[in-house]
Protein backbone atom coordinates (compact mmCIF):
# COMPACT_ATOMS: atom_id res chain seq x y z
CA UNK A 1 0.00 0.00 0.00
CA UNK A 2 2.09 2.80 -1.23
CA UNK A 3 -0.47 5.87 -2.78
CA UNK A 4 -3.30 7.21 -1.64
CA UNK A 5 -5.13 6.06 -5.03
CA UNK A 6 -4.23 2.28 -3.94
CA UNK A 7 -5.18 2.99 -0.21
CA UNK A 8 -9.13 4.74 -1.18
CA UNK A 9 -9.03 1.78 -3.56
CA UNK A 10 -8.71 -0.32 -0.94
CA UNK A 11 -11.06 1.37 1.71
CA UNK A 12 -14.05 1.57 -0.78
CA UNK A 13 -13.69 -2.30 -2.25
CA UNK A 14 -16.89 -4.12 -1.56
CA UNK A 15 -17.23 -7.77 -0.31
CA UNK A 16 -19.91 -9.48 -1.79
CA UNK A 17 -21.36 -9.89 1.21
CA UNK A 18 -21.85 -5.72 0.62
CA UNK A 19 -22.77 -5.94 -2.72
CA UNK A 20 -25.53 -8.70 -1.99
CA UNK A 21 -26.91 -6.26 1.02
CA UNK A 22 -27.07 -3.11 -1.61
CA UNK A 23 -28.76 -5.59 -4.07
CA UNK A 24 -31.45 -6.34 -1.69
CA UNK A 25 -31.65 -2.80 -0.06
CA UNK A 26 -34.53 -0.86 -1.81
CA UNK A 27 -34.47 2.68 -2.02
CA UNK A 28 -31.40 5.34 -2.11
CA UNK A 29 -28.56 6.00 0.55
CA UNK A 30 -28.56 9.69 2.29
CA UNK A 31 -25.08 9.71 4.33
CA UNK A 32 -25.51 12.73 6.24
CA UNK A 33 -21.57 13.89 7.13
CA UNK A 34 -19.87 12.44 4.45
CA UNK A 35 -17.33 14.83 4.31
CA UNK A 36 -15.90 13.35 7.61
CA UNK A 37 -12.87 10.92 7.57
CA UNK A 38 -14.65 8.02 6.98
CA UNK A 39 -17.33 9.43 5.02
CA UNK A 40 -16.16 9.39 1.21
CA UNK A 41 -14.74 5.88 1.63
CA UNK A 42 -18.12 4.57 3.04
CA UNK A 43 -20.17 6.51 0.18
CA UNK A 44 -17.48 5.00 -2.46
CA UNK A 45 -18.21 1.33 -0.98
CA UNK A 46 -21.93 1.77 -1.27
CA UNK A 47 -21.50 2.98 -4.75
CA UNK A 48 -19.27 0.65 -6.11
CA UNK A 49 -21.07 -1.90 -4.68
CA UNK A 50 -24.52 -0.43 -6.17
CA UNK A 51 -23.08 -0.14 -9.74
CA UNK A 52 -21.74 -4.17 -9.22
CA UNK A 53 -25.49 -4.76 -8.94
CA UNK A 54 -26.42 -3.35 -12.15
CA UNK A 55 -29.41 -1.91 -10.38
CA UNK A 56 -30.15 2.20 -10.26
CA UNK A 57 -29.85 3.19 -6.64
CA UNK A 58 -28.72 6.50 -6.28
CA UNK A 59 -25.86 7.81 -3.23
CA UNK A 60 -26.40 11.03 -1.92
CA UNK A 61 -23.81 13.00 0.36
CA UNK A 62 -24.69 15.75 2.91
CA UNK A 63 -21.91 17.82 4.17
CA UNK A 64 -20.49 21.55 4.61
CA UNK A 65 -17.57 20.28 3.10
CA UNK A 66 -15.35 22.32 4.75
CA UNK A 67 -12.08 19.93 3.12
CA UNK A 68 -11.25 21.56 -0.35
CA UNK A 69 -11.66 18.85 -3.24
CA UNK A 70 -14.06 16.49 -1.52
CA UNK A 71 -17.52 16.82 -3.28
CA UNK A 72 -15.17 17.02 -6.70
CA UNK A 73 -13.75 13.52 -5.27
CA UNK A 74 -17.39 12.00 -4.92
CA UNK A 75 -18.61 13.38 -8.17
CA UNK A 76 -16.34 11.54 -9.70
CA UNK A 77 -17.30 8.25 -7.87
CA UNK A 78 -20.64 8.91 -9.07
CA UNK A 79 -21.83 10.02 -5.96
CA UNK A 80 -24.18 12.81 -5.64
CA UNK A 81 -23.63 15.96 -2.80
CA UNK A 82 -25.58 18.50 -0.74
CA UNK A 83 -23.80 21.37 0.89
CA UNK A 84 -25.93 21.44 4.13
CA UNK A 85 -24.88 22.60 7.77
CA UNK A 86 -26.80 19.87 9.57
CA UNK A 87 -27.73 22.63 12.52
CA UNK A 88 -29.91 24.75 10.19
CA UNK A 89 -33.28 23.42 10.38
CA UNK A 90 -34.00 25.20 6.79
CA UNK A 91 -30.82 22.92 5.16
CA UNK A 92 -31.96 19.97 7.07
CA UNK A 93 -36.04 20.44 6.12
CA UNK A 94 -34.81 20.86 2.64
CA UNK A 95 -33.05 17.62 2.32
CA UNK A 96 -34.38 15.50 0.21
CA UNK A 97 -36.67 12.19 1.93
CA UNK A 98 -34.37 9.03 1.30
CA UNK A 99 -35.42 5.58 2.21
CA UNK A 100 -31.87 4.98 4.06
CA UNK A 101 -29.96 7.39 6.00
CA UNK A 102 -26.81 6.67 7.82
CA UNK A 103 -25.89 9.38 10.33
CA UNK A 104 -21.93 9.96 10.85
CA UNK A 105 -21.85 13.68 11.55
CA UNK A 106 -20.70 14.39 14.96
CA UNK A 107 -18.13 16.28 16.91
CA UNK A 108 -15.13 15.35 19.20
CA UNK A 109 -11.79 16.98 18.98
CA UNK A 110 -12.07 20.62 20.32
CA UNK A 111 -14.86 19.63 23.01
CA UNK A 112 -13.38 20.82 25.89
CA UNK A 113 -13.33 24.49 24.48
CA UNK A 114 -16.66 24.36 22.99
CA UNK A 115 -18.88 22.13 24.96
CA UNK A 116 -21.85 23.51 23.49
CA UNK A 117 -21.38 22.98 19.77
CA UNK A 118 -20.26 19.45 20.98
CA UNK A 119 -23.81 18.65 22.46
CA UNK A 120 -25.32 20.37 20.00
CA UNK A 121 -23.72 18.49 17.20
CA UNK A 122 -24.31 14.96 18.78
CA UNK A 123 -27.24 15.18 20.94
CA UNK A 124 -29.85 18.23 19.47
CA UNK A 125 -28.79 17.90 15.32
CA UNK A 126 -29.47 13.69 15.80
CA UNK A 127 -32.96 14.42 17.33
CA UNK A 128 -33.90 16.75 14.16
CA UNK A 129 -32.68 14.09 11.66
CA UNK A 130 -34.72 11.27 13.44
CA UNK A 131 -37.73 13.53 13.62
CA UNK A 132 -37.49 14.27 9.72
CA UNK A 133 -36.26 10.95 8.69
CA UNK A 134 -39.13 9.18 10.97
CA UNK A 135 -40.52 7.39 7.57
CA UNK A 136 -36.77 5.76 6.94
CA UNK A 137 -34.42 3.82 8.21
CA UNK A 138 -31.49 4.86 9.81
CA UNK A 139 -27.92 3.58 10.96
CA UNK A 140 -26.69 5.91 13.68
CA UNK A 141 -22.66 6.06 14.41
CA UNK A 142 -21.86 6.66 18.31
CA UNK A 143 -18.68 5.47 19.73
CA UNK A 144 -17.22 2.82 22.27
CA UNK A 145 -16.73 6.06 24.43
CA UNK A 146 -20.43 5.99 26.13
CA UNK A 147 -18.54 2.91 27.96
CA UNK A 148 -16.93 2.84 31.49
CA UNK A 149 -13.33 1.76 31.54
CA UNK A 150 -13.38 -2.35 32.65
CA UNK A 151 -10.55 -4.35 33.38
CA UNK A 152 -8.55 -5.38 30.54
CA UNK A 153 -8.57 -9.01 31.35
CA UNK A 154 -12.69 -9.08 30.80
CA UNK A 155 -12.70 -9.09 27.09
CA UNK A 156 -14.34 -5.30 26.85
CA UNK A 157 -17.86 -4.31 27.36
CA UNK A 158 -20.76 -5.70 25.66
CA UNK A 159 -23.52 -4.34 24.28
CA UNK A 160 -25.22 -5.37 27.61
CA UNK A 161 -22.81 -3.51 29.75
CA UNK A 162 -24.81 0.04 30.95
CA UNK A 163 -22.95 3.08 29.68
CA UNK A 164 -21.02 5.24 32.01
CA UNK A 165 -19.73 7.52 29.76
CA UNK A 166 -16.64 9.80 30.88
CA UNK A 167 -16.48 13.45 30.01
CA UNK A 168 -18.56 15.57 27.90
CA UNK A 169 -17.83 13.77 24.32
CA UNK A 170 -18.94 10.56 25.51
CA UNK A 171 -22.23 11.80 27.56
CA UNK A 172 -23.00 14.04 24.20
CA UNK A 173 -22.55 11.05 22.67
CA UNK A 174 -24.66 8.81 24.97
CA UNK A 175 -27.86 11.83 24.70
CA UNK A 176 -27.28 11.50 20.95
CA UNK A 177 -27.92 7.22 21.35
CA UNK A 178 -30.58 8.36 24.07
CA UNK A 179 -32.80 10.60 21.99
CA UNK A 180 -32.58 8.46 18.16
CA UNK A 181 -34.04 5.43 20.58
CA UNK A 182 -36.81 8.04 21.27
CA UNK A 183 -37.50 9.03 18.17
CA UNK A 184 -37.35 4.74 17.29
CA UNK A 185 -39.78 3.82 19.85
CA UNK A 186 -41.71 7.04 19.34
CA UNK A 187 -42.39 6.57 15.46
CA UNK A 188 -41.36 3.08 14.87
CA UNK A 189 -38.31 4.15 13.39
CA UNK A 190 -35.98 1.35 11.75
CA UNK A 191 -32.67 2.07 13.39
CA UNK A 192 -29.08 0.52 14.02
CA UNK A 193 -26.93 2.54 16.47
CA UNK A 194 -23.08 1.45 15.91
CA UNK A 195 -20.51 2.19 18.94
CA UNK A 196 -16.93 2.32 16.80
CA UNK A 197 -13.91 2.30 18.27
CA UNK A 198 -11.36 2.59 16.40
CA UNK A 199 -11.20 2.34 12.73
CA UNK A 200 -8.11 2.31 11.32
CA UNK A 201 -6.95 4.37 7.80
CA UNK A 202 -3.25 4.58 7.10
CA UNK A 203 -3.68 8.17 7.18
CA UNK A 204 -5.33 8.52 10.34
CA UNK A 205 -5.65 5.88 13.58
CA UNK A 206 -3.98 4.51 16.49
CA UNK A 207 -1.80 2.67 14.68
CA UNK A 208 0.07 5.88 12.71
CA UNK A 209 -0.49 7.41 15.83
CA UNK A 210 1.94 5.23 17.77
CA UNK A 211 3.85 4.11 14.62
CA UNK A 212 5.14 7.86 14.21
CA UNK A 213 6.09 8.11 18.03
CA UNK A 214 8.49 4.94 17.27
CA UNK A 215 9.66 5.88 13.94
CA UNK A 216 10.27 9.60 15.02
CA UNK A 217 11.74 8.19 18.31
CA UNK A 218 9.51 9.96 20.97
CA UNK A 219 8.11 8.28 24.11
CA UNK A 220 5.01 6.47 23.50
CA UNK A 221 2.03 6.77 26.64
CA UNK A 222 1.04 3.45 28.31
CA UNK A 223 -1.55 4.75 30.24
CA UNK A 224 -4.58 3.70 28.22
CA UNK A 225 -2.62 0.27 27.89
CA UNK A 226 -4.80 -1.56 25.72
CA UNK A 227 -6.79 -1.16 22.72
CA UNK A 228 -9.08 -2.33 20.39
CA UNK A 229 -8.97 -1.24 16.52
CA UNK A 230 -10.28 -2.09 13.00
CA UNK A 231 -10.02 -1.31 9.23
CA UNK A 232 -11.96 1.06 8.33
CA UNK A 233 -13.34 -0.68 5.03
CA UNK A 234 -14.35 -3.27 7.49
CA UNK A 235 -15.78 -0.79 9.45
CA UNK A 236 -18.22 0.66 6.48
CA UNK A 237 -19.18 -2.67 5.18
CA UNK A 238 -20.50 -3.39 8.98
CA UNK A 239 -22.55 0.12 8.39
CA UNK A 240 -23.83 -0.78 4.86
CA UNK A 241 -24.99 -4.68 5.57
CA UNK A 242 -26.76 -3.17 8.83
CA UNK A 243 -29.46 -1.89 7.17
CA UNK A 244 -31.16 -5.67 6.75
CA UNK A 245 -31.10 -5.43 10.77
CA UNK A 246 -32.65 -2.04 12.00
CA UNK A 247 -35.40 -2.53 14.36
CA UNK A 248 -37.46 -0.34 16.97
CA UNK A 249 -35.97 -0.22 19.40
CA UNK A 250 -32.61 0.21 17.68
CA UNK A 251 -30.27 -2.42 17.42
CA UNK A 252 -26.97 -1.67 19.39
CA UNK A 253 -23.54 -2.55 18.09
CA UNK A 254 -20.13 -2.81 19.02
CA UNK A 255 -17.98 -2.29 15.72
CA UNK A 256 -14.25 -3.44 16.17
CA UNK A 257 -11.95 -6.07 16.01
CA UNK A 258 -11.86 -9.01 17.67
CA UNK A 259 -8.36 -8.50 19.47
CA UNK A 260 -7.68 -6.99 22.74
CA UNK A 261 -4.39 -5.17 21.98
CA UNK A 262 -1.31 -4.45 23.86
CA UNK A 263 0.11 -0.60 22.85
CA UNK A 264 3.38 -2.30 24.28
CA UNK A 265 3.46 -4.78 21.73
CA UNK A 266 2.08 -2.70 19.13
CA UNK A 267 5.12 -0.59 19.52
CA UNK A 268 7.66 -3.28 19.66
CA UNK A 269 6.15 -4.73 16.70
CA UNK A 270 6.51 -1.03 14.94
CA UNK A 271 9.90 -0.91 16.45
CA UNK A 272 10.65 -4.31 15.34
CA UNK A 273 9.85 -3.00 11.08
CA UNK A 274 11.81 0.22 11.82
CA UNK A 275 14.61 -1.28 13.92
CA UNK A 276 14.06 0.95 16.26
CA UNK A 277 13.75 0.59 20.45
CA UNK A 278 10.39 1.64 21.12
CA UNK A 279 10.25 4.17 24.29
CA UNK A 280 7.94 4.00 26.79
CA UNK A 281 6.51 6.24 29.58
CA UNK A 282 3.91 5.28 32.34
CA UNK A 283 2.65 2.03 33.32
CA UNK A 284 -0.25 -0.05 32.19
CA UNK A 285 -3.15 0.52 34.22
CA UNK A 286 -5.64 -2.34 35.00
CA UNK A 287 -8.39 -0.92 32.85
CA UNK A 288 -9.01 0.72 29.55
CA UNK A 289 -11.36 1.67 26.90
CA UNK A 290 -12.50 -1.61 25.16
CA UNK A 291 -15.54 -3.31 23.35
CA UNK A 292 -16.38 -6.65 22.87
CA UNK A 293 -17.37 -6.89 19.16
CA UNK A 294 -18.74 -10.58 19.37
CA UNK A 295 -22.36 -10.18 18.41
CA UNK A 296 -21.05 -7.83 15.41
CA UNK A 297 -18.77 -10.77 14.30
CA UNK A 298 -21.38 -13.28 14.84
CA UNK A 299 -23.63 -11.19 12.53
CA UNK A 300 -21.81 -10.24 9.80
CA UNK A 301 -18.16 -12.71 10.74
CA UNK A 302 -14.70 -11.22 11.26
CA UNK A 303 -13.12 -8.38 9.82
CA UNK A 304 -11.41 -8.66 6.16
CA UNK A 305 -7.83 -7.40 7.18
CA UNK A 306 -6.26 -8.64 9.99
CA UNK A 307 -4.37 -7.09 12.97
CA UNK A 308 -1.13 -7.75 11.65
CA UNK A 309 -1.90 -6.63 7.93
CA UNK A 310 -3.04 -3.26 9.61
CA UNK A 311 0.51 -2.74 11.33
CA UNK A 312 2.37 -3.99 8.26
CA UNK A 313 0.94 -1.23 5.98
CA UNK A 314 0.36 1.26 8.51
CA UNK A 315 4.58 0.62 9.25
CA UNK A 316 5.04 1.06 4.99
CA UNK A 317 2.90 4.24 4.93
CA UNK A 318 5.44 5.79 7.77
CA UNK A 319 8.19 4.49 6.15
CA UNK A 320 7.68 6.08 3.04
CA UNK A 321 6.46 9.22 3.87
CA UNK A 322 2.71 8.68 3.01
CA UNK A 323 0.07 11.88 3.77
CA UNK A 324 -1.59 11.95 6.70
CA UNK A 325 -4.54 13.68 8.17
CA UNK A 326 -2.54 15.17 11.26
CA UNK A 327 -5.36 14.65 13.69
CA UNK A 328 -4.13 12.27 16.79
CA UNK A 329 -6.84 10.41 18.31
CA UNK A 330 -5.64 10.84 21.38
CA UNK A 331 -6.38 7.28 22.20
CA UNK A 332 -4.32 7.75 25.69
CA UNK A 333 -6.79 10.24 27.27
CA UNK A 334 -8.54 8.41 30.43
CA UNK A 335 -10.71 11.45 31.39
CA UNK A 336 -12.34 12.23 28.76
CA UNK A 337 -11.04 15.23 27.47
CA UNK A 338 -10.86 15.74 24.38
Known sequence: MKTETQLESYLSEPTDEVIASMTALEGD????????????????????????????????????????????????????????DLLSEDCLQNLPNIQNVILMAGRKFGSTDNESLTWAMNSYMPGRVANKFRDSQLVVFSTGNVYPLTPTSHGGATECLPPVPVGEYAQSCLSR?????????????????????????????????????????????????????????????????????????????????????????????FGALFNKPPRFEGEEAETALLSNASRCHRLFGYPRVSLEQMIEWTAEWVRIGGTTLRKPTHFEVRDGKF
Open 29 to 84: ILILGVGGKMGPTLAKQAKRAIDLTGITKKVIGVSRFSTPGVPEDLHEAGIETIAA
Open 177 to 269: ERICTYFSSQFGIPMAILRLNYAIDLRYGILLDIAEKVYTEQPISLEMGTVNVIWQGDANAVALRVFAHCQSPPLILNVTGPETVSVRYLASR
